[in-house]
């Protein structure tokens, strides 16, 4: 008796875990991690790439040994225009760099 309700709770556990993937896998699509401006300002290297979906700014970093990361962008306090002039300026300074 002991060993089956040890097994359904084992189960019911597993299943759980499967659940909870599941749902935070919708969450991160749904809501990708953001990046404050100021951590793009202090990159040395490495790329990233700039886009405006939805009316938000989406930025792909990618690091040296070349893994791409989606970070939406967090500009608060700074206007949006001003935050892509900001984007552009760094990602120019990052190609000249990896030239």
Same mark, same amino acid.
């Given at each position: 008796m002991?060993?089956?309700? +040890?097994?359904? &709770?084992? $189960? *019911?556990? +597993?299943?759980? &875990?499967? $659940? *909870?993937q599941q749902i935070h896998s919708m969450y991160m699509k749904k809501y990708p991690m953001q990046i404050e401006l100021k951590?793009?300002?202090?990159?040395?290297?490495?790329?990233i790439i700039i886009?405006?979906?939805?009316?938000?700014?989406?930025?792909?970093?990618?690091?040296?040994?070349?893994d791409a990361h989606i970070h939406l962008l967090k500009h608060e306090g700074v206007p949006k225009t001003e935050a892509l002039k900001i984007l552009n300026d760094k990602k120019q300074e990052l190609d000249n760099k990896n030239l």
């Open positions: 002991k060993k089956t309700i +040890i097994f359904i &709770i084992a $189960i *019911l556990l +597993i299943l759980s &875990i499967v $659940i *909870l951590t793009i300002e202090g990159f040395q290297d490495g790329k886009e405006e979906k939805y009316g938000k700014i989406f930025v792909t970093v990618v690091d040296k040994s070349g």
